[in-house]
């Protein structure tokens, strides 16, 4: 399947409607953040577009801005320029349709069990009666294969079961969208591709909308079924893909491989050669220069 190249700048790049309305709508979002020094801009004039049920990838290097737009699109940090919608409405706050999942899993009370953690932002949100949270905590924790440790503390339990305490949890709440910011890189390797299997096979039978950060480009090929490639700091969109051909069963095979070879030429090639050797084997490729 050959690949279809669309070159266009950030300075002249319009903002071009889909047929149907997207879940999310990133315009030409450029983000800054203060340092003692000076401002320093993360991302610079990206737009994107998140389709439901879409898993969608941020890849790119340290520094280029995926976990800021991740925060952005949590409505943590306001845009300096560019606007950010869900489902037709401005994000200027953090909302419960909205669901983040971080690195790091200390983030679960330790005083309350499994469930208890679970059931804690049905409750504090005033989404739920107990009964109800009671109910449906129950039921994501058995779609993520840990009803039997319902009543467990976090502290007796390995780094990927806290994992899927917290996607159960994310997932209670039923967001528009889940936003997972790296969420498998403190986990070492055989955790992680498990973690990234169960994440996969929640998502066959849930279908949420995932936004997912990543700087392995292996991770985004496997989880993604679209990739945005961004640039190195500041963040500009290189590039856009689909990837949906791949899943971990393809991990160390020639295309895999070739295609992971490539799309690390398009993030990190200085001179931006609108050019691919070889076609990816992806629907299309969207090139910015």
Same mark, same amino acid.
């Given at each position: 399947?050959?690949?279809?190249?669309?070159?266009?700048?950030?300075?002249?790049?319009?903002?071009?409607?889909?047929?149907?309305? %997207?879940?999310? #709508?990133?315009?030409?979002?450029?983000?800054?953040?203060?340092?003692?020094?000076?401002?320093?801009?993360?991302?610079?004039?990206?737009?994107?577009?998140?389709?439901?049920?879409?898993?969608?990838?941020?890849?790119?290097?340290?520094?280029?801005?995926?976990?800021?737009?991740?925060?952005? $699109?949590?409505?943590?940090?306001?845009?300096?320029?560019?606007?950010?919608?869900?489902?037709?409405?401005?994000?200027?706050?953090?909302?419960?349709?909205?669901?983040?999942?971080?690195?790091?899993?200390? #983030?679960?009370?330790?005083?309350?069990?499994?469930?208890?953690?679970?059931?804690?932002?049905?409750? %504090?949100?005033?989404?739920?009666?107990?009964?109800?949270?009671?109910?449906?905590?129950?039921?994501?924790?058995?779609? $993520?294969?840990?009803?039997?440790?319902?009543?467990?503390?976090?502290?007796?339990?390995?780094?990927?079961?806290?994992?899927?305490?917290?996607?159960?949890?994310?997932?209670?709440?039923?967001?528009?969208?889940?936003?997972?910011?790296?969420?498998?890189?403190?986990?070492?390797?055989?955790?992680?591709?498990?973690? #990234?299997?169960?994440?996969?096979?929640?998502?066959?039978?849930?279908?949420?909308?995932?936004?997912?950060?990543?700087?392995?480009?292996?991770?985004?090929?496997?989880?993604?079924?679209?990739?945005?490639?961004?640039?190195?700091?500041?963040?500009?969109?290189?590039?856009?893909?689909?990837?949906?051909?791949?899943?971990?069963?393809?991990?160390?095979?020639?295309?895999?491989? %070739?295609?992971?070879?490539?799309?690390?030429?398009?993030?990190?090639?200085?001179?931006?050669?609108?050019?691919?050797?070889?076609?990816?084997?992806?629907?299309?490729?969207?090139?910015?220069?």
């Amino acid at each position: 399947m050959n690949a279809v190249l669309q070159g266009h700048t950030a300075s002249n790049s319009t903002w071009v409607p889909a047929p149907q309305e %997207a879940l999310l #709508q990133v315009r030409n979002v450029s983000l800054e953040y203060r340092t003692p020094e000076r401002v320093v801009r993360a991302t610079h004039e990206v737009s994107f577009e998140v389709d439901r049920s879409d898993r969608f990838v941020l890849l790119g290097p340290s520094g280029c801005g995926k976990s800021t737009l991740l925060k952005a $699109v949590a409505g943590f940090i306001k845009p300096s320029d560019g606007e950010i919608r869900l489902g037709g409405e401005r994000i200027t706050e953090p909302g419960p349709d909205r669901i983040v999942v971080f690195q790091e899993f200390d #983030q679960l009370p330790a005083w309350k069990t499994v469930i208890e953690n679970v059931m804690f932002p049905l409750l %504090a949100s005033r989404t739920l009666k107990r009964p109800q949270a009671l109910e449906r905590a129950r039921y994501y924790l058995e779609k $993520v294969g840990l009803s039997a440790f319902a009543d467990a503390y976090p502290h007796t339990l390995s780094g990927g079961m806290k994992a899927r305490v917290a996607i159960a949890r994310a997932l209670a709440m039923q967001p528009k969208i889940l936003l997972m910011d790296e969420p498998f890189a403190a986990l070492d390797a055989l955790t992680r591709r498990k973690m #990234q299997e169960e994440l996969l096979e929640l998502w066959d039978e849930v279908r949420f909308t995932l936004l997912f950060v990543t700087h392995s480009i292996e991770e985004a090929l496997v989880i993604g079924n679209r990739i945005l490639l961004l640039s190195p700091h500041p963040g500009r969109v290189r590039a856009e893909i689909n990837s949906h051909q791949y899943n971990l069963q393809s991990l160390g095979g020639v295309e895999f491989q %070739a295609s992971a070879q490539r799309i690390h030429r398009l993030l990190f090639d200085e001179g931006n050669e609108p050019v691919v050797e070889q076609p990816l084997d992806f629907r299309h490729v969207r090139i910015a220069y």
